[in-house]
């Protein structure tokens, strides 16, 4: 899940609630749905597939490779028609940890919890060097030690150095009341940018001086404690970005260590290894499509599609952002197929790649295939798709749906919901969640968009660390998330009309580079 590129077009709340027409709720099939999804479950399986087996997917790693390979191969195996990677455009480099190690030598031998960033430089084997402690990430105090930096490993300190009780739990589920009172989500104002941006190019051009100072290495602390690790990177994949330096992303506690340490006086030797590989044999992106068909002469142009991101960061095996998402959609998917249903409209699955790195597959698929938001020129695709749904909240079960400022699709969805009240999925809100792939859809208007989910540990454990792992999913939630999932695809799809549509959206223009030169 991406946070920062939230701001790519906010849809704004609209007056109260409409009421819709009666829907048809086919309740023989919301039965067999209900009963494949939540008894016959591939769930399990399917997720060891694409977290244990492929490892991390990095856009355009092998890791991300191997699973779209895999996606394509299980998607044909269900008889999904036109299953594929298909290209979206130039991405960048790809790039793994080949070995990565840190540990303190001297005062003491003492191990350190660390990961590389992605697309940073290689050591080229094991180096040890003495630390230099980056006591203030300020342009004029980094200029007045750089002769000091060459051949050091350098340290930076964190702002937070200190770690007060924690009496929050990790995990949590929406009360009532909680969701009653859901608002906006994940979303980012143009103001808000505004006041962030100069922060981040700042720290961005104080990374590039530390990059030219001659250090071996650079050490960063993770945003979080007791040894997670966050592990991310917001450049590094453009040609312009390398080469680079070797830049880790080490536990906070045992980053203070070293810190109190050397500038307590002590002398501090630390040995890194942190050998990584670039790949530049194919700098296009992909996104993996299949489709189970539509049936019905005058409806089967038309097309429901959903999905979620395929691409993680390194140091877990991204299964909650967004495995989760993923197996829920191919779990959806399965369960259509296997039932045997005949949809009317065409059903179509979509895992996004570069999410992580500002929405790039989605984007460009919308590029391609229905329009661009710079001109809001639509192409004649544009109109036959009927929604869009999408899971990136990590591997809470639904609770309801963010109906970005759509009246009419929301009174929709609340007759939708109720065969699944009984699972806790209940809420319908106007209002709108950002930062993931939905949103690529909605900048050209068409509905797109992301249930609500309990937060479990997402936000305090999984996303973006070292902990994204298989063992921080919950099985029984995304069975949960998979039938929902399967009923409102199946209900798009056999229902008489489209989605309804907002008001087409003002030409707005994004791109990532004039963020980031």
């Known amino acids: 899940m991406n946070k920062l590129f939230g701001l790519l077009l906010m849809a704004g709340l609209s007056a109260p609630a409409v009421t819709a027409a009666q829907e048809t709720v086919d309740t023989a099939m919301v039965r067999r749905i209900r009963q494949e999804g939540l008894t016959n479950s591939q769930i399990p399986a399917i997720a060891h597939h694409l977290t244990d087996e492929m490892g991390p997917r990095l856009t355009n790693s092998p890791g991300f490779h191997r699973a779209a390979a895999w996606v394509v191969q299980t998607l044909k195996s269900w008889g999904l028609s036109g299953a594929q990677a298909e290209p979206w455009g130039e991405f960048g480099y790809g790039w793994s940890a080949e070995k990565t190690t840190l540990a303190m030598r001297t005062p003491y031998y003492s191990p350190l919890i660390a990961y590389a960033t992605p697309w940073s430089g290689s050591t080229n084997g094991a180096v040890s060097a003495p630390v230099f402690v980056v006591a203030k990430m300020d342009s004029a105090w980094i200029t007045g030690h750089l002769s000091e930096m060459k051949g050091k490993i350098l340290v930076i300190t964190p702002q937070d150095s200190v770690l007060s009780p924690d009496f929050k739990p990790d995990a949590t589920r929406y ?36 990059a030219h100072s001659g250090a071996l290495a650079i050490l960063h602390a993770s945003a979080r404690r007791d040894g997670t690790v966050v592990v991310q990177s917001m450049t590094g994949w453009r040609k312009k970005d390398q080469p680079a ?184 809100t106007l209002h709108n969640t950002g930062s993931t792939d939905h949103l690529s859809f909605d900048a050209v208007g068409i509905p797109g968009f992301q249930f609500i989910q309990d937060e479990l540990d997402y936000e305090t454990r999984t996303h973006h660390s070292n902990e994204d792992n298989y063992d921080h999913l919950r099985m029984d939630d995304l069975r949960q998330a998979a039938t929902i999932l399967a009923g409102f695809v199946y209900f798009t799809a056999m229902r008489p009309q489209m989605i309804p549509r907002k008001p087409l959206p003002k030409p707005e223009k994004f791109v990532f580079d004039d963020i980031f030169p």
């Open 175 to 210: 009360s009532d009341s909680a969701l009653a009172a859901i608002g906006d989500t994940y979303m980012f104002t143009k103001e808000m940018f505004k006041f962030y941006l100069p922060f981040l190019l700042k720290n961005m051009a104080l990374d590039k001086m530390l």
């Open 245 to 428: 330096i070797p830049d880790l992303q080490v536990a906070k506690e045992d980053l203070q260590r070293l810190s109190r340490l050397a500038l307590g006086g002590t002398n501090v030797t630390v040995e890194v290894q942190s050998d990584t590989k670039l790949y530049d044999q194919d700098l296009t992106g992909h996104n993996v499509v299949g489709e189970i068909p539509g049936t019905d002469p005058a409806l089967k142009s038309e097309v429901v599609m959903l999905g979620g991101h395929l691409d993680s960061w390194s140091s877990g095996t991204g299964a909650t952002d967004n495995g989760a998402g993923c197996i829920v959609a191919l779990e959806a998917i399965r369960i259509l197929k296997d039932l045997g249903i005949k949809p009317k409209r065409t059903i179509r699955i979509a895992l996004w790649d570069g999410e992580e790195q500002g929405l790039f597959g989605s984007f460009h698929y919308v590029k391609n295939h229905f329009g661009d938001p710079i001109d809001m020129k639509l192409k004649p695709e544009a109109a036959r798709i009927s929604a869009y749904y999408n899971l990136d909240n990590g591997t809470g079960r639904i609770r309801g749906i963010f109906a970005q400022g759509n009246e009419q699709a929301a009174a929709i969805f609340k007759q939708w919901f109720v065969p699944f009240h009984d699972l806790g999925a209940t809420t319908v």
